[in-house]
Structure formats: structure tokens, C-alpha cells
């Protein structure tokens, strides 16, 4: 009978804690631990010390965490209730609307030059550098990742799937310096993608990129009057 007291009184004065434990449940007093464990109640004056009945600590899950770029910011775009960061690590960041990091993931082997996040799909479009394939081909090459299909790379990153990968110089389109860049959404899933160039050319892909079913032009600004070189292309619009 006196047990049964001491044992109601303890009870009644554990008032600090209840969580799940395993297959228990732990209440934790004041200098003072319990268990209770198939409606048995059993007290450990000295917690460290060894108990069969004794559940181990909750060990904390690990996390994971999005891939942080390290490189310099070399573009940015928004959309979406997002901010897409490209660097030149290669890597993409993603912040949300409280300019936290989403998730990262490395879009490019080199360097991000480019990028646009699309407003009418969850798509992102980046122009970058990659490692050449053969001394013939270019290594910049753009890419389209839908941000509605991530691919789990382990536990502790994310990489959107990519959609298709396109050269943007080829032999009919030679190879210069890219100082601009955009993209209009058409009707879906068409996109024209307008590419200036330092050589007064604008290099552009219509059509549906991510089934290859393009069609590549070109245009190119007139020539300064007084007989000068043709100016880089700087700024694009539509």
C-alpha cells in the first residue's frame, strides 16, 4: 500500500515532457526519468546507469541539405514566386520568396552564362559552359529543366530533371561571345530563345525545345553608318 502511494505521487508530479520513444512512451521530470512501457511504470534515479528496461536516446534524424553554389553570381531571373541564381561553379540556386535557398544543383561544368526562369511553366532555361565533347563542337550548350521533376541524388541533394540540351553554335551558326539572352513563351510548349552576340548577331531557337523540334535563324543589326564593325548586341526584348 505504501508503494502504491509513493508510486501515485511520483506520477502525479511528472509534468515536463511526453514524446513518443520507440515502443514506449518518456516522461521526463525534473532531475528525474521515467518509462513507461507496456503499462508498467519503471524509475531510473541515475539515468546514465545501465537498465534493462531502459529505452536509448532518441538519436536526431539527419537532415538534408540543399547544395549551396559557392561560386560568384554571374545571372539571375525570377518568376514563380522564385529567384533562380546561376554562378560561375556551374551551379543554379533556387531561392523562394523569403530569398532562402531552395535547393541547388549543378546545371553547367563550367559556368552559368545565362538563364530565365518561365513564368507560364515551371521550367528553367540556362545557357552555360560544358566540357567539349570533340574539338569540333562548342562546349556552350543550353538547357531546359522542368523544376516539377526533381531526381533524388542521395540524401542530401536535388537535381531537376533536364528536359534537352542544345548546342548553340553549330556550323551554320559560328561561335562568338554571347552578351545577351532571352525567351518568349508561345503558346506551350513553344519557345523562341534569342541569343545576341558581341558580332551584331542574334542567334535564335523556335519551336518545342524539349522534343527537338526546333527551327534555328538568325538576324543581325545593321552595321554602324561610318563603316565601323557591328556593335555587340547588349539588351534584347519582345
Given at each position: ?109 563550367s559556368s552559368v552564362l545565362f ?113 565601323s564593325t557591328s556593335l555587340p548586341?547588349?539588351?534584347l526584348g519582345f
Open positions: 500500500m505504501h508503494a502504491a502511494r509513493r508510486r501515485d505521487g511520483l506520477i502525479a508530479r511528472l509534468t515536463v515532457l511526453i514524446r513518443h520513444h520507440g515502443s514506449g512512451l518518456a516522461l521526463v521530470p525534473a532531475g528525474r526519468l521515467c518509462f513507461v512501457i507496456a503499462e508498467e511504470v519503471v524509475y531510473a534515479d541515475d539515468p546514465p546507469r545501465s537498465h534493462p528496461l531502459l529505452l536509448p536516446p532518441v538519436q536526431p534524424r539527419a537532415q538534408s541539405h540543399p547544395h549551396r553554389p559557392a561560386g560568384a553570381v554571374t545571372y539571375c531571373s525570377g518568376g514563380r514566386g522564385r529567384v533562380a541564381v546561376g554562378c560561375d561553379d556551374g551551379t543554379v540556386g533556387l531561392l523562394d520568396r523569403g530569398f532562402r535557398l531552395s535547393y541547388g544543383f549543378q546545371a553547367h561544368a538563364l530565365q526562369q518561365l513564368k507560364q511553366r515551371n521550367v528553367l532555361v540556362t545557357v552555360g559552359d560544358d566540357d567539349q565533347s570533340s574539338l569540333q563542337s562548342s562546349a556552350i550548350c543550353l538547357k531546359v529543366f522542368d523544376l516539377d521533376k526533381v531526381q533524388e541524388e542521395g540524401s542530401s541533394t536535388t537535381t531537376p530533371f533536364c528536359v534537352q540540351i542544345l548546342r548553340v553554335f553549330t556550323d551554320h551558326f559560328p561561335q562568338a561571345k554571347i552578351t545577351s539572352f532571352m525567351v518568349l513563351e508561345e503558346a506551350p510548349p513553344i519557345l523562341l530563345i534569342a541569343i545576341g552576340l558581341d558580332n551584331g548577331f542574334i542567334y535564335c531557337i523556335k519551336g518545342d525545345i524539349a522534343r527537338e523540334c526546333i527551327t534555328r535563324f538568325k538576324l543581325q543589326v545593321e552595321a554602324a553608318s561610318n563603316g548586341i547588349t539588351g
